[in-house]
């Protein structure tokens, strides 16, 4: 998911720099989501692992 996000990201970067502000605007908003989603899940894992408590 974090891939997808860093795929968007330069979608809009390159979008910016040839001047198609539209789909510059779009695909940062899409990665901002994408990374927002992959930010939580993250959180969660990080959160449920510390919860179960299990240790090598």
């Known amino acids: ?9 330069i979608i809009a970067i390159i979008s910016g720099l040839l001047g198609f ?6 695909a940062i908003e899409i990665a901002t989501i994408i ?10 894992a990080l959160v449920f692992g510390l919860l ?4 090598v």
């Open 1 to 9: 998911m974090l891939r997808w996000a860093l795929i968007f990201f």
């Open 21 to 26: 502000t539209t789909i510059a605007g779009v």
């Open 35 to 44: 990374f927002y989603i992959f930010l939580i899940l993250f959180v969660i």
């Open 52 to 55: 179960t408590g299990r240790r």
